[in-house]
């Protein structure tokens, strides 16, 4: 069983930005992909970026490049987002996701992943 507890989350004003955290904790292969994803009102459930665990690759949504930066400690077992230049549309809740194989690719549908943290509210203000 793995745990995933994610931290990090608050309020800003378009433009400011904020670094959300993910650790993993419990039984864990040496390869993994780990993911965050978000929800606004209303919306489906999206992909923001991924990050394997063995390459270091990673992957994000149009939306995010160039704003967003995901990347993992030195365990890889921690995985951050540093969202800069942050808009009102990037509003929602976070969610961090680990899937215990390789990414192989961008693997952004939800249903690629067992484990999910219990997410972290981001609210960006015009």
């Known amino acids: 069983q793995v745990q995933l507890a994610e931290s990090g989350g608050g309020s800003v004003q378009t433009g400011g930005s904020l670094r959300l955290s993910c650790a993993a904790s419990?039984?864990?292969?040496?390869?993994?992909?780990m993911a965050w994803f978000r929800q606004a009102p209303g919306k489906e459930r999206e992909g923001v970026t991924t990050?394997?665990?063995?390459?270091?690759?990673?992957y994000y949504a149009d939306s995010v490049k160039g704003r967003f930066t995901i990347s993992q400690d030195n365990s890889k077992t921690t995985v951050y987002l540093q969202m800069n230049s942050l808009r009102p549309e990037d509003t929602a809740t976070y969610y961090c996701?680990?899937?215990?194989?390789?990414?192989?690719?961008?693997?952004?549908?939800?249903?690629?992943?067992?484990?999910w943290g219990q997410g972290t509210q981001v609210t960006v203000s015009s």
């Open positions: 419990g039984d864990m292969y040496a390869r993994k992909c």
């Open positions: 996701a680990l899937r215990l194989s390789r990414c192989d690719g961008y693997r952004n549908r939800p249903s690629d992943y067992t484990y």
């Open positions: 990050i394997d665990s063995g390459d270091g690759s990673t």
